[in-house]
């Protein structure tokens, strides 16, 4: 890279990025920084342009770093579907509720939404959704302690999950990396996998909000039962096979509107009582 390209202040945000490990959302950037949000987004957006760096929704990551973080790039594909179901997703949860929140690039969408209501109490294991939700109404934020994974920039296993289950959920919202009608849902990290049981075990009820391309993907490993989902919030209807094996385990599938329709909700199936 050739540093005379940029000025004082962007290789101070790229120094900032490499210390954070590569990968951070803006409002990490700018308390690291001590300036504003707004200057951190120009510089990134100056960054992106001359290609010193991947722009993408809440913050940035560098290019050709070790691996370039996952987190950031689920966040960057499929944006405008991810908001779309997320906004039907945020439905599901009224304030005063006890709501689940997973690591998964839609669930950050629909933390967003949940910026707008009151009395919540949200337990998380994602750093990025805990810094999104806290200090928000008079809303509380747990966030679970564990191991931290950075790729996915949140926490994991034995001491996750016993702090999970001290928990009861009125919603959870989870993610998953494939829907199958042969195997159901499936992760491509053993400890999400095995979090997700754990967390639809403590829910009064599952939702999970995903695109409609993880639908026939198989990851591999096996988490929460397909009958433990309550309702499969989606921007594309699934195939006849996947469809009717929903509908064997009783999922309530919801098919969001597209923008440039009538904004009528496309309620495939019934949803459960």
């Not at 949860?93 to 709501?99: A, D, E, F, K, P």
């Not at 702090?163 to 849902?185: E, N, W």
């Not at 919030?233 to 064997?248: F, G, W």
Request: hydrophobic share 40%; with cysteine.
């Amino acid at each position: 890279m050739d540093a005379g390209r940029f000025s004082h202040r962007e290789l101070e945000l790229l120094s900032a990025l490499r210390n954070l490990g590569g990968s951070a959302r803006s409002s990490e950037l700018a308390k690291h920084m001590n300036v504003s949000e707004e200057t951190i987004r120009r510089g990134i957006k100056s960054l992106s342009k001359a290609g010193a760096l991947e722009r993408v929704h809440g913050g940035a990551y560098l290019i050709g770093g070790v691996g370039d973080p996952s987190y950031f790039q689920r966040m960057g594909l499929f944006q405008q579907e991810k908001r779309r179901i997320a906004k039907h997703v945020a439905k599901q949860v009224r304030g005063n509720m006890t709501v689940f929140l997973d690591v998964g690039s839609t669930t950050a969408f629909v933390a967003e939404r949940l910026r707008k209501l009151s009395g919540l109490t949200i337990v998380t294991n994602s750093m990025g959704i805990a810094q999104t939700l806290m200090g928000t109404s008079d809303n509380r934020v747990h966030f679970l302690g564990g191991e931290m994974h950075s790729k996915e920039r949140g926490t994991f296993g034995a001491q996750t999950e016993k702090q999970a289950q001290r928990f009861v959920f009125d919603v959870a919202v989870l993610s998953v990396d494939g829907l199958s009608a042969k195997r159901g849902a499936s992760f491509a990290n053993v400890a999400e996998a095995t979090l997700s049981e754990v967390v639809a075990e403590c829910s009064e009820r599952v939702v999970i909000g995903m695109d409609h391309n993880k639908f026939g993907l198989k990851a591999p490993h096996v988490g929460l039962s397909p009958k433990a989902i309550h309702s499969l919030i989606v921007d594309k209807k699934p195939e006849k096979e996947m469809a009717r094996a929903l509908k064997s385990w009783d999922v309530a599938l919801v098919v969001v509107p597209d923008e440039k329709t009538d904004g009528e909700t496309d309620a495939c199936l019934e949803d459960k009582e």
